[in-house]
């Protein structure tokens, strides 16, 4: 397997501090359809809840491996990973442990750039391996860990509901981003807003897109996740939507999100 994305694999931070807005959703089909694309890609569950990794087939009773042991130091990044059932998706599974991670982080004066230093180690070692994307799913929270997912990252992506308090928030969100880009990470950037669970039937959900756009002009995707029934009903198998129902309107959505960043990203030219 060779990278395709050259020397340089790109890390993106899927990030919103407001819960239960499709992070964990986006992260796992995003990841899901740029592997299937052919793409080695690489899910970091950070937040404790671990939805991520319980959508990936990595159960609670299974995570003694965790992303907890990695921030701790005990273990690299590398010996945290784990199989999915998509061939191309590792996933480096989250712990309940992570929850206190935050405050035990606090003293230490690496704490931001822990995470950005075992993706660096990781990238090293793994150099045969390749990688070609690194999502990192983060916790509903602008804390600690979400700070060390977005110096970490080269982008944050961000899930926006489609409901009346969309942009509400949105604020606080993107001057976190600014402050991370000038005081720890420069290059940070958004990768773009993608709006999810859009629900046709609801005008309510049509003014939101419009206003999103307005307000936000081009870094909003085109593709507009709807909320579909086959999308919620996935995580209970432990499967990516896009392996449970492939033809569903969720699954054909997030393949059309990923061919937007592969276009973005300049791996792919538009049709
Ligand atoms: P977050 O990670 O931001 O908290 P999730 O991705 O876990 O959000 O989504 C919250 C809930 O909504 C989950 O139960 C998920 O299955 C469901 N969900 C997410 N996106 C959709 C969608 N497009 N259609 C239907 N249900 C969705
Ligand atoms: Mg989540």
Do not use: W
Not at 112 to 127: C, V, Y
Not at 143 to 163: D, G, I
């Amino acid at each position: 397997m060779t990278s395709k994305v050259g020397n340089q694999p790109r890390v993106i931070a899927v990030a919103n501090q407001k819960g239960g807005v499709g992070k964990t959703t986006t992260a796992i089909n995003l990841g899901t359809a740029l592997a299937q694309a052919g793409f080695q890609c690489v899910i970091i569950d950070l937040d404790p809840q671990g939805n991520a990794s319980t959508g990936l087939g990595c159960p609670q009773e299974e995570r003694s491996s965790s992303m907890y042991e990695a921030l701790s130091g005990e273990l690299s990044l590398l010996q945290t990973l784990q199989p999915t059932p998509v061939e191309d998706l590792l996933l480096a599974p989250s712990s309940v442990d992570l929850s206190g991670a935050d405050v035990e982080l606090v003293d230490q004066i690496d704490r931001t750039h822990r995470l950005r230093n075992l993706l660096d180690q990781f990238f090293e070692d793994a150099q045969d391996a390749h990688v070609d994307y690194v999502l990192i799913d983060c916790p509903p929270s602008l804390n600690l860990l979400t700070v060390n997912a977005m110096v970490a990252a080269q982008s944050v992506l961000v899930p926006l509901q489609s409901e009346f308090f969309a942009l509400e928030g949105l604020t606080q969100l993107l001057s976190t981003v600014k402050q991370v880009r000038q005081n720890l990470n420069p290059g940070l950037h958004i990768a773009g807003i993608v709006l999810t669970m859009f629900d046709q039937r609801n005008r309510l959900s049509g003014q939101v897109a419009e206003d999103v756009r307005e307000n936000l002009g081009d870094v909003v995707f085109s593709t507009i996740i709807p909320r579909n029934v086959r999308i919620s009903e996935a995580p209970s198998h432990a499967i990516p939507v896009l392996v449970y129902d492939p033809g569903c309107a969720g699954s054909i959505a997030y393949r059309a999100l990923a061919q937007e960043v592969l276009t973005r990203d300049g791996l792919l030219t538009a049709a």
